[in-house]
T-cell receptor, first 113, second 111 residues
Framework: KAGVTQTPRYLIKTRGQQVTLSCSPI?????VSWYQQTPGQGLQFLFEYFSETQRNKGNFPGRFSGRQFSNSRSEMNVSTLELGDSALYLC????????????FGQGTRLTVV | SQQGEEDPQALSIQEGENATMNCSYKTSINNLQWYRQNSGRGLVHLIL?????REKHSGRLRVTLDTSKKSSSLLITASRAADTASYFC???????????FGQGTRLTINP
């Protein structure tokens, strides 16, 4: 069974630009959640989608958004990038949103210059 | 703020020794999960322990959960150089559809 696939693996963007990251969950998994990892803040929850509906959102500004498609693939978008958005963005896939194992992708390393 | 607090923040031991990491949390949970991360890569799921379980084993891993103390521990026995990584606990909060992570323990196994 294929794991969670995140693309791209690395990105370098300029301040003010926007970026879209993609996540393909494990086949059959309907819940996709996103996390931001930085040295200072650790792993922070961004949002969770289940069957195309956002069920929970973390404490991030509105510049961070996401969506989920009918095939459970998910994208997250960050607009008007700031230097502080540089981070490892991780996607997690679960069969449902709670009380099951969460499997993570390799992440997308975003660098904002 | 982080739900989980991990202790110690860093641990360095000799190959073959056992490593113990602890995690404390604040609110009621469905389950607690442990993950390993190698140097800036993705998180590898190690083990899930539910709130009604007290102990779980997987290979060289042993996890305990004490809901009365809101704490968990991860024991890695007979450590190997390949176990060098950061280890995170994550609490699966009731009704939240999200995991809340601790800051992690950086484990170094010296050959």
């Amino acid at each position: 069974k294929a794991g969670v696939t995140q693309t791209p693996r690395y990105l370098i963007k300029t301040r003010g630009q926007q970026v879209t990251l993609s996540c393909s969950p494990i086949s059959g998994h309907r819940s996709v959640s996103w996390y931001q990892q930085t040295p200072g803040q650790g792993l922070q929850f961004l949002f969770e989608y289940f069957s195309e509906t956002q069920r929970n959102k973390g404490n991030f500004p509105g510049r961070f958004s996401g969506r989920q498609f009918s095939n459970s693939r998910s994208e997250m978008n960050v607009s008007t990038l700031e230097l502080g958005d540089s981070a490892l963005y991780l996607c997690a896939s679960r069969t449902q949103g709670t009380d099951t194992e969460a499997f993570f992708g390799q992440g997308t390393r975003l660098t904002v210059v | 703020s982080q739900q989980g607090e991990e202790d110690p923040q860093a641990l360095s031991i000799q190959e073959g020794e056992n490593a113990t990491m602890n995690c404390s949390y604040k609110t009621s949970i469905n389950n607690l999960q442990w993950y390993r991360q190698n140097s800036g890569r993705g998180l590898v799921h190690l083990i899930l322990i539910r709130s009604n379980e007290r102990e779980k084993h997987s290979g060289r891993l042993r996890v305990t959960l004490d809901t009365s103390k809101k704490s968990s521990s991860l024991l890695i026995t007979a450590s190997r150089a390949a176990d060098t990584a950061s280890y995170f606990c994550a609490t699966d909060l009731q009704g939240a559809q999200k995991l809340v992570f601790g800051q992690g323990t950086r484990l170094t196994i010296n050959p």
